[in-house]
């Protein structure tokens, strides 16, 4: 017997009721808004606060600042570039995973998390090295002439790494349920295997790619551990912005810092509402 | 349905085999490659050194300081995605979206700036921090500073496990248990808690996991004392940083050991998970 | 059933956990008179008080019989200076120029102006200077400075926005193209913005750039604190780096300084003294020689003249007037630096 799913609309006197027999909302509604605004939503005004501190026409320079700029246009394109290679890789992965048979793939499975349980720092340091000019991947890479590190290849590398992770596990559960009926209907009309995948698979699928895309996208954005130990942090070429902020951060330049992270808040906050009505969009075609 | 495996073989073999040549060499090449570089290198120059850089005093307090951390981060967390949890699954109120949408905040949020936020509000320099300062409490460079910053990075981890499943549990056996009479703590305590118990564990392991692996944040916040304020990611930096490269892998290595002992959890709570379904559905 | 496996995990973690919050406690009790000094140095430095301080507190066991605890933290230097400004209680501030102490001092008001001239020599109890660090059989033949400004050179240095060792590197070469024969500001701005447009990385600290060079083999030459060649060197093989003298260089002094309200608050203001003061002597200037830092103590200077070649040396002052003046016409915002490296 499955358990409803409590999501409709109900008549106000039921919505009462639950409340007066369940108990307990007060409590865990109460925490956890003040602890939400605590931890929060109050750290996270003092960037505005602090910001505040610089008279507008400074604010005005860090922000037109063409190093800032630089920084924070590659940010955002080496993860969306990465995005879409961790989209299309883990998206082969996962079809891969749920489909096919192969050896140890048990194994292979349980290790595609291992970005996610990994310390940054570490996966860092040891990109570094790998893709190094002396690392086991780096140095055949270096006699055809690619570099890696130092260079903005190593960075989508490094957001990658950590990116393919989100996509895989989102794309499981929705390869997994999708009906096998469909797609024997779908055959035995004459749909030839590729029409099948244009028309039932990646509809179906599409939301799930596209959620995808949004979380690989959104942690390469900010991720710091990973990259920053590929990146040669070469200011207008190879810096990335959480760089800056923590160069300011360490040189004691607050405000600035404050104006480069609000930069990156505002910017990835209408990414992710652009992303959002994308995926409302796609759910609303296909019902 | 978790961990059901839906194969069907309608491409021609040599589709298949070329698709998972592909993905299996991405996979070595991108995934698999580092975990055994960690391991290689840290035992470069044999497991004797390995053995020695791991007792090392400053590995030591780095594990303490890193024990710490999570010790406060992970209940702190866990008592918020509970609650929190249980909030947005089992009533409805007016706002439910906007909160869903604010625990999911700090997982868009660069860890840099997730340091820098705190240093902002507590600094010596600022109001908050100044009147803590003249109280001779430390949060800044010292250990409240690095919990407050992993446990703002870590925030949503419980309640991201916690709401599918407890959203799709619904309401019925709290509704039932009340019926008979229970309290609401009772029924809290013995009929929504067991229910979410593999959830609760993996996010709890989870949240762990990445506390305790946390690097942007604190190293904003840390004052980068080896032997005192560095945690097992800082430590890491903080040797190779000193160009002792086999004992910054050492050192890794026990954190990669972490990880794959958190991938192993979760495996084993999936299987589990997966023997409760079947047997409820029997 | 299982919820108390979940409140036996938690409980077993908050009990590790009061493991840490005891041995502060334990530590206060046992020793009568046990001491903790904290040292906020620079990047390159930790070799150096790794060794250092072992000899110290052996030392000032011997004279006090007061067991003392020396912790250290290492960073850029202008990024440790901020950091002490902002809270980090250090006993004394090892960073790796003057202006960033002066700094310290300006905007915390932890130590005295006048702290340079506390101690001998400036506060400086040994020097040292920017030379290039190339690889094995110098394959590009680097020798003068003029070499490393060629096109096809990659040269590596760190970042003079948050390196101490990137200042002194910066104005090394800056300084050597001024006071050359028809040397102006015009061709000294021309030289370093043709090294820079030479450097692939930039890293935030002097170690951070041995990692990269001397580590990760990036870069044909490495403008490094003579230390960190001969650090190179040693950790790496002879044989794999050498280091090439330029004729001319600048005289890099990194200051020492006990930081006052600091001592004071946790009464530790006479091992202090004693720890910037046990540089000076002659153990203590063994060690800095020993870890290839030109000490100030002529005898020892003189026993290992091998280390240290002849170079012609000179300093801030002479050609830059003075450090507050070269941090505001080159280092700060908007300054020579950002305009050279603005594309």
């Known amino acids: ?287 | 349905m978790r961990g059901a495996v839906n194969e069907r073989r309608t491409e021609p073999p040599w589709v298949r085999r070329a698709l998972t040549t592909v993905a299996l060499a991405f996979f070595v090449l991108l995934l698999a490659m580092p975990l055994i570089f960690v391991v290689w290198s840290s035992l470069a120059r044999g497991a004797a050194a390995w053995a020695a850089a791991v007792s090392r005093p400053d590995t030591a307090s780095a594990i303490r300081q890193t024990l710490t951390v999570v010790a406060w981060v992970v209940p702190l967390n866990t008592l918020f995605g509970v609650l929190a949890a249980y909030a947005i699954t089992k009533f409805q109120f007016r706002g439910k979206a906007v909160l869903t949408a604010l625990i999911d905040l700090p997982f868009a949020i660069s860890p840099v700036i997730a340091g820098s936020i705190f240093v902002f509000l507590l600094g010596k320099f600022t109001p908050l921090g100044g009147w803590l300062e003249s109280h001779g409490i430390k949060v800044i460079f010292s250990t409240p500073g690095m919990v407050l910053a992993t446990t703002f990075v870590t925030f949503p981890f419980v309640a991201r496990e916690l709401i599918p499943t407890m959203q799709a549990q619904g309401i019925e056996d709290e509704l039932a248990a009340r019926s008979l009479g229970a309290s609401g703590w009772q029924s809290f305590w013995r009929v929504t808690v067991p229910n979410i118990r593999w959830s609760l564990l993996f996010g709890v392991v989870l949240c762990a996991a990445r506390a305790m692996g946390e690097f942007g944040a604190v190293s904003v916040v840390s004052a980068h004392v080896s032997g005192e304020t560095n945690t097992l990611p800082l430590q890491v930096e903080a040797l190779y940083s000193g160009l002792d490269v086999t004992s910054a892998f050492a050192v890794s290595s026990l954190l990669v050991l972490m990880a794959l002992l958190t991938l192993a959890v979760k495996a084993g709570v999936e299987w589990r998970y997966r023997r409760q379904e079947a047997r409820e559905r029997a | 059933m299982i919820t108390r496996l979940n409140r036996l995990l938690v409980t077993a973690i908050l009990a590790v956990s009061a493991v840490p919050g005891a041995a502060p406690m334990v530590a206060a009790q046992a020793g009568t008179g046990a001491v903790s000094l904290l040292n906020v140095s620079c990047d390159p430095t930790r070799e150096l008080y790794a060794a250092y301080n072992k000899a110290f507190s052996a030392y000032w066991q011997q004279k006090t019989g007061q067991v003392v605890t020396l912790r250290q933290s290492h960073g850029g230097s202008g990024a440790q200076a901020n950091a002490v400004i902002q809270g980090l209680e250090a006993d004394v501030v090892t960073l790796a120029l003057a202006s960033d102490i002066d700094l310290v001092a300006a905007r915390s008001g932890l130590l005295d102006a006048a702290w340079q001239k506390r101690l001998p020599e400036n506060s400086t109890p040994f020097t040292s200077t920017i030379v290039f660090v190339v690889r094995k059989g110098n394959p590009k033949n680097i020798r003068t400075w003029d070499d490393v400004i060629r096109s096809g050179v990659s040269v590596i240095v760190p970042n003079p926005k948050t390196s101490g060792g990137a200042r002194w590197a910066y104005l090394a070469a800056y300084g050597q193209a001024l006071r050359r024969p028809g040397g102006s500001d015009a061709t000294a701005r021309a030289f370093v913005t043709a090294l820079y447009r030479n450097v692939p990385v930039l890293d935030t600290g002097a170690r951070g750039s041995t990692v990269t060079f001397a580590q990760k083999g990036v870069g044909d030459v490495y403008l490094a604190w003579e230390s960190e060649a001969d650090l190179v060197k040693k950790q790496f093989g002879e044989a794999n780096f050498q280091t090439v003298v330029p004729a001319v260089s600048i005289l890099a002094e990194p200051p020492v300084a006990m930081v006052d309200r600091n001592v004071d608050k946790h009464g530790t203001r006479a091992v202090a003294q004693a720890y910037l003061e046990y540089l000076y002597s002659p153990a203590g200037q063994e060690i800095a020689a020993q870890n290839f830092y030109r000490p100030r103590d002529q005898a020892v200077a003189r026993k290992y003249a091998a280390n240290f070649p002849a170079v012609t040396l000179f300093t801030v002052e002479e050609v830059f007037g003075g450090w507050a003046r070269a941090q505001k016409i080159h280092f700060d915002d908007g300054g020579v630096f950002d305009q050279v490296y603005a594309p």
């Open chain 1, 1 to 287: 017997m499955r358990p409803e799913v409590t999501t409709a609309v109900q008549p106000l006197a039921v919505k009462k009721q639950r409340r007066r027999v369940l108990g307990g909302l007060g409590l865990s509604l109460g925490y956890s808004v003040s602890w939400l605004s605590l931890l929060v939503l109050l750290p996270l005004s003092m960037v505005f606060v602090t910001m505040a501190g610089l008279p507008l026409d400074g604010i005005w320079k860090v922000v037109a600042s063409r190093q800032v700029l630089s920084a924070v246009r590659l940010s955002f394109w080496t993860a969306a570039a990465s995005g879409v290679v961790s989209t299309v890789s883990g998206a082969l992965l996962a079809w891969v995973l749920v489909r096919y048979r192969f050896p140890l793939k048990r194994l292979v499975d349980a290790l595609v998390d291992l970005p996610f349980a990994l310390p940054t720092a570490v996966a860092g340091v040891t990109l570094s090295v790998l893709a190094g000019p002396s690392g086991w991947i780096g140095k055949p890479l270096a006699a055809a002439g690619v570099a890696l590190v130092n260079a903005p290849a190593g960075i989508i590398v490094a957001m990658v790494f950590i990116g393919v992770p989100f996509v895989v596990r989102t794309l499981q559960p929705v390869l997994q349920d999708l009906e096998p009926e469909t797609e024997d209907a779908a055959e035995s009309l004459g749909a030839g295997r590729v029409q099948v995948i244009r028309r039932i698979l990646l509809p179906a699928t599409g939301p799930a790619l596209v959620t995808g895309f949004t979380l690989a996208f959104s942690r390469a954005l900010g991720e710091y551990g990973s990259v920053v130990f590929m990146t040669g942090n070469l200011p207008f070429r190879t810096e990335i912005a959480p760089v800056i902020i923590k160069a300011k951060m360490d040189n004691g330049a607050y405000a600035g810092a404050a104006t480069v992270a609000a930069m990156m808040l505002l910017a990835a906050f209408l990414l992710l509402v652009a992303l959002s009505g994308l995926q409302n969009w796609q759910r609303r075609r296909t019902e």
